[in-house]
């Protein structure tokens, strides 16, 4: 069981970008403290301009993810913040070809999710994932969502898709290996999987869970979502890898239901073979 933290210190990767700028307020809302890091200095005034009067305290710490590599570079941080709780929301967004991609999106990621792993501090671990990221066709999915998928992954963004399924089979494991643990809490893990990101208005209505092949869905909505299952997590949801589109429920309606249906998209994934990237 995993002791509920009702006011968590949060370490948020990638704090500048635009779904953790949408999730930045949101958390500070609930009276949570988030550490945001960020590569740029002159970024922190952005993120304080997004919660002028936070209830919970926020940092900033400047930090750049093209020196985290291993557990040991990212444990220095962890280290030095002591969250309870990580979010990563980075990523190198396309730019920089194949090894950038690779640095940030795999080699970073998995370096925070070991040394999240390696902290019994830490009992939460939230990834914004894509909907692609996953390498067995989902039963609830047409063959022309897969097929569209599968090309997604070996041609238009191959390099993309490896490092981002790597990074949520690790977790995925590694939480496993935190679940069997004996000397260890809990390590809850929520691989939330948004489809197309957008820029426009929140609309509080979503698809979660087992939803169709393709979508799209506001950066705002994704944000509210993860605070909403980090409150589930709180509740005593285990976490799961959950995908996220625009729908026509309320975010708490279809929380409630993918909770208590149990309801996890890593269905029809190899979870034997994904558990042994621990
Ligand atoms: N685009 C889509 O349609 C889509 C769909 C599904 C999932 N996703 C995933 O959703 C997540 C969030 O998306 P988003 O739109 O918020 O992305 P975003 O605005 O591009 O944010 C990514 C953040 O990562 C930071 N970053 C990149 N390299 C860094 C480095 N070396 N050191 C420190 N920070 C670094 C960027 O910092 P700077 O601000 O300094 O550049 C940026 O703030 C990403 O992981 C993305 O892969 C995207």
Known sequence: MTSVITNPRILLLGGHGKVALAMTPRLLA???????????????????????????????????????????DANQIIARVKPHWLIWSAGAGGKGGAVRTNQIDHLAAVAFIRAAAASANVTTFLMVSAFN?????????????????????????????????????????VAQKRDRSSTMPPMRSVVLRPGWLTDDEPTGKIQLGKTKGTGKVPRADVAETAVRL???????????????????????????????ANENSIDGENLQDIFTKA
């Open 30 to 72: 609930k009276g949570w403290s988030v550490t945001s890091v960020v590569r740029n200095p002159e970024h922190e005034a952005d993120i304080r301009a997004t919660a002028p009067s936070p209830k919970g305290t926020l940092d900033v710490l400047v930090s750049s993810l093209d020196e985290i590599s291993t557990q040991e």
């Open 230 to 260: 980090l409150e589930a997590v709180q509740r005593g949801w285990d976490g799961g890898w959950v995908d996220l589109l625009s729908g026509e429920n309320d975010i708490d309606s279809e929380i409630g239901r993918v909770v208590n």
């Open 133 to 173: 990221s996953r390498r067995s066709r989902p039963s609830w999915w047409t063959d022309e969502d897969w097929e569209s998928i599968v090309h997604m992954n070996t041609v238009t963004m191959p390099d993309y898709y490896r490092a981002k399924i790597a990074a949520d089979e690790v977790l995925t494991a």
